[in-house]
Every structure is written in structure tokens, then in C-alpha cells.
């Protein structure tokens, strides 16, 4: 299907495709071309918001995924939204938050490992080790499933989403603090 300004979907997949590629800067003005054919098109409003948590500005993520719930509160993506608006609240130390946000799509998709990885994370970061532990055995009983087995993984995964230096600070200093003290190991 050839990309065309009469062919709104083709661009949406094309534009998809970018962000998944880790090409966010390339892809938000196509997002954003999909939303002058439809202006209330929650797949590319949250996929903005998605691109804003790697590249920045991470504040404008959450308006942006919050948009997309209130257009269509009963979507199938609901979860992923809800985790990527925990995301931004951890990178940004709003711990209740990020668990709050977290824990919805870790009850919605259980099988998702790296759901789990992120609220063990949040867990040790507000100090609640148990619980932070009961997370981190969830994501590694379902390793495959997006779950690092090591500090070393969580980065190297991190890095193909995460690439904006002060985004990758952010990670540092909430996400993976957060591993170590779930108890992740380096190596």
C-alpha cells in the first residue's frame, strides 16, 4: 500500500514503523500529518506521546496518552498506554504515581515480563522490597516475555528505545536504581 496524503493509513503504518525502529524524531511529524486526516486518531495521539517518553520532551507524554484514554476508554492498547504513563512517572520520581499507572496493565497483561520489571522497580524504589521481589520472580518466571535478567540486558534493551541522553539519565537514576535494588544482578 503506497503512503500517499490520500492514504491515511498507509502513512499511520509507514509512520509505525518508524517509531518501532527507534526513528521517533523522524516519525512524530508523520504521527502528526495522520491527525490532520483524523484529528481524534488514538493510535498516532498515543504513539506521540510514546515517541515524547524516548526522545523528550517526556512532559508532554502523559497530556498526549491521557488523550487517548479519554477518546477511547475501552481500547485494546489501553494497557501499553497505562504502562507507558507509569513510565514517565518513574523516570521523574513520582513513585506513587508510576505504581498506580503501573500496576494497571500488570493486571490487565500478566504475561507481560517487563510490566512486571518496571513496577519491581517502582516497588524498591518506594522501598517496599517485598512486594518489589514478588514483581521481579513475576517478570523472571516469564523471561522471554521482555523481562532482563540482568542489569547489563536491562540497558542494552533500554537503549534501543530510550535515546536521548537526558531521557537514558533519567533511566539511570529511577528504572535501574530501582532493578539493583529489586535485586537484579550486573551480569
Same mark, same amino acid.
Given at each position: 500500500m503506497a503512503a500517499s496524503p490520500r492514504n491515511p493509513v498507509a502513512h499511520f503504518a509507514r509512520d509505525h514503523l518508524l517509531r518501532t525502529t527507534g526513528r521517533c524524531e523522524e516519525a512524530i511529524p508523520k504521527y502528526e500529518t495522520a491527525l490532520a486526516f483524523n484529528r481524534n486518531?488514538?493510535?498516532a495521539i498515543a504513539d506521540i506521546g510514546r515517541c515524547k517518553i524516548y526522545i523528550g520532551p517526556i512532559e508532554e507524554a502523559i497530556p498526549l496518552v491521557e488523550q487517548a484514554i479519554r477518546l477511547s476508554p475501552r481500547?485494546?492498547?489501553i494497557g501499553f498506554w497505562c504502562f507507558w504513563i507509569g513510565q514517565v512517572h518513574l523516570l521523574q520520581s513520582r513513585?506513587?504515581? /508510576?505504581?498506580?499507572?503501573?500496576e494497571k496493565p500488570r493486571t490487565a497483561n500478566p504475561e507481560l515480563g517487563y510490566f512486571h520489571c518496571w513496577l519491581a522497580s517502582a516497588f524498591a524504589l518506594k522501598g517496599e522490597t517485598e512486594r518489589a521481589a514478588v514483581e521481579l520472580a513475576d517478570a523472571w518466571r516469564l523471561s522471554g516475555n521482555g523481562s532482563p535478567s540482568s542489569i547489563a540486558e536491562a540497558r542494552a534493551s533500554a /537503549?534501543?528505545?530510550f535515546v536521548a541522553p537526558t531521557i537514558r539519565t533519567l533511566l539511570e537514576t529511577t528504572y535501574i536504581v530501582g532493578l539493583r535494588k529489586a535485586g537484579v544482578p550486573e551480569e
Open positions: 486518531w488514538v493510535n481500547d485494546p492498547g513513585i506513587d504515581e /508510576a505504581i498506580a499507572w503501573l /537503549a534501543r528505545y
